[in-house]
């Protein structure tokens, strides 16, 4: 096989997405389950190489090596080209070709449009490795349009109150921010600390997120009918009493599990993904035209399941450290 369920390319020895430092890796995007520090040399797209820096320090990798999308890369008989995966900004799916075989490593992916993130492109293969994040039939996400209209709704209703939404650093916030914008937000959006790095940096690589602010420093009752991006833990502890009566939301794509809006104290659950739901997934699997499949990053079994009734070859990897869209302390 030229790859291996470790998503290692033996030909190359080069691993996919590694969860340890390895002499070379391939990085889908800058979530800390997928990008971590100190391999050896990274290949990568320049915004994931940008994002990686930025979080983990300008030598977090032995060297980088900056890959643009559609760019084919020989390396001795092995190719790998990246392709957009419409997932965060810089995020790419690879594919790797070798004699003829054509094997497709989604890493995280959404087919929906994104202006935060390269539009996602479908990519024919033999082999398709494809996440299972949201890979049960229960979740179908609704448009963010329609989950950013309840949240403006809800400012307007109580212009008393200040909206905290709940969002993580990399990739959510942005998009969460972008999408407001788009709706017509046009009043400053005020941000917790740890998001500022990551906007400046999303802003510096093309993505305008208009006027954004500080929230620490504030004055509360100035911050009545104003909307507070944070991380979701912030939401819930003191930091939060700085503000007005606050109204505490959340944007993620589990906020369609009630269970889990009511555990993490959510007063507004806003059903914001970055993954694809369960008819995309289906979806993506049929035209790729892979007829093997392997489901790796989340709900695998259900996913493994269908693909059998489509009469393909399927089966689960189970690649240690994946936990995605906002576990506590996890990646979205
Ligand atoms: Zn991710
Ligand atoms: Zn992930």
Known sequence: MLLDRNLHIRAIDTYIDPGVPRERAIITHGHADHARSGHGAVLATPDTIAIMKVRYGEDCAGRFQALDFGVPLAIDDVTITLYPAGHILGSAQVL????????VVTGDYKRLADRTAQQYELVECDLLVTEATFGLPVFQHPHPRTEIARLLKSVAD???????????ALGKAQRVIALLRDA???KPIYLHGAMIRLCELYEDLGVALGDLRPATGAVKAEMAGQIVIAPPSAIRDRWSRRFPDPVTCQASGWMSVKQRARQALVELPLVISDHCDWGELGQTIQETGAETVWVTHGREDALVYWCKT????????????????????AEE
């Open 310 to 329: 489509q009469g393909l070859a399927a089966e689960p990897l189970n690649i240690q450290g994946f936990e995605d869209d906002g576990g506590e302390g």
């Open 184 to 186: 017509g937000w046009n």
């Open 158 to 168: 109580q212009p008393e109150r200040s909206h905290l939404v709940g969002c993580y």
């Open 96 to 103: 790797v070709e070798h004699k003829g075989q054509r094997v």
